[in-house]
Every structure is written in C-alpha cells, then in structure tokens.
C-alpha cells in the first residue's frame, strides 16, 4: 500500500508564495522520477516541474525562474516551491510518482492540493 499525500495549497494573492510538500508513505523500496501536476478548472492536466532520482530537473516553460521542485528522499517528500505566483497558476496541483514497490515500477497520484491567487 503506498498513498501521496499533497498539502501547502492556499489562497494567496498575486506576486505571494508558496510552498507544497508531497509526501510518499507505505511500502517503499525507492522512489524514482516524481512531479507536479496542476489542472485548473475547464482545463487539461498539464505537467508542471519533474525531478527524477538521476539526470537533469524539467520545468515547464510557463513556470521557469518562478518554481523549484526538489526532495528530501530521507523523508520520501517532495517539494514545490512557487514565487511570484500569478493569477493563471491557480490550479489543482497533484503529486506524481513512480515508486518501486517491491512488486514493481507503478505510478502513484496524490489527492490533489488547490492552489487559488487572486486579489
């Protein structure tokens, strides 16, 4: 049994910050590539930032010098940092992860944490 859960979602206005935390529990061997997910109303899901256990971080376009994603693997979390937030990251964030569970490679999804910026 392996859960994700997100938190750090708020409300914040326009320029603020905030930081989300996923955290990965239950029968974990290793965590490999994990990301952050957002998908706001009337709108696809659409990736946000990924960091995998090797290899280079990935952000996407609309997010650069803004967000930061990285991980504590002590604590099997990872984090996303957001500043500067605009109006348009208002969204559903979702943590991802692909984790060895002993049986296999499987991808996890969180519950989700909403993230609102307006003034």
């Known amino acids: 049994q392996v859960q994700l859960v997100e938190s750090g979602g708020d409300l914040v206005r326009p320029g603020g910050s905030l930081r989300l935390s996923c955290a990965a529990s239950g029968r974990i061997f290793s965590i490999n590539v994990m990301g952050w997910y957002r998908q706001a109303p009337g709108k696809e899901r659409e990736l946000v930032a990924t960091?995998?256990?090797?290899?280079?971080?990935y952000y996407a376009d609309s997010v650069k010098g803004r967000f930061t994603i990285f991980r504590d693997n002590a604590k099997n979390t990872m984090y996303l940092q957001m500043n500067s937030l605009k109006p348009e990251d208002t969204a559903v964030y979702y943590c991802?992860?692909?984790?060895?569970?002993?049986?296999?490679?499987?991808?996890?999804w969180g519950q989700g944490t909403q993230v609102t910026v307006s003034s």
């Open positions: 991802n992860a692909n984790i060895h569970t002993g049986g296999g490679n499987y991808a996890f």
């Open positions: 960091i995998p256990s090797v290899g280079e971080r």
